[in-house]
């Protein structure tokens, strides 16, 4: 599926991914947007784009301080039991208290996992997570195109 995302979007994903782990590993916080819902007092909203959800296809995900909102489904991020970043693989798996499970992939999921675990554990990675983020897998017809 992450063949039909722009090449651009893939890379750019990545590195604001990137870029926020860096801000959140120096104590800074993912920036709020404009919100495009109705937020609860206090919330606050960092984003909105599309993701592959597995076994249901592509949807709106929208993230807050409190929730991440996808597939007709709201997580509660105080119900956040286990986040699983795969950033080389442009995904993120995560469970709640309720036993649901979702995974989610697309060229902004990198920097979800960052946004959500900056909310939930105060860092850019779930604890005991040891990120080593190769670049992003490329497709042959993206070599340099700078020549």
């Given at each position: 599926m992450l063949s039909d995302y722009d090449p651009g979007q893939l890379m750019a994903g990545f590195r604001s991914m990137s870029m926020?782990?860096?801000?959140?590993e120096r104590?800074?916080?993912?920036?709020?947007?404009?919100p495009?819902?109705?937020?609860?007092s206090g919330e606050k909203q960092y984003?909105?784009?599309?993701?592959d959800v597995t076994g249901v296809g592509r949807r709106l995900?929208?993230?807050t301080s409190e929730r991440l909102i996808?597939?007709?489904a709201e997580y509660r991020l105080r119900s956040v039991t286990s986040l699983r970043p795969r950033p080389g693989d442009f995904t993120l798996a995560l469970d709640v208290r309720d036993g649901r499970s979702v995974e989610v992939a697309g060229p902004w999921v990198p920097w979800l996992g960052v946004v959500?675990?900056?909310?939930?554990?105060?860092a850019a990675w779930p604890p005991g997570y040891a990120p080593v983020i190769p670049a992003p897998r490329?497709?042959?017809?993206?070599a340099d195109t700078r020549r």
């Open positions: 926020l782990a860096g801000l959140v104590g800074g916080r993912p920036a709020a947007i404009s495009t819902i109705p937020l609860r984003g909105w784009f599309p993701v995900a929208v993230v996808l597939a007709g959500l675990c900056a909310e939930i554990h105060g490329r497709r042959r017809e993206l």
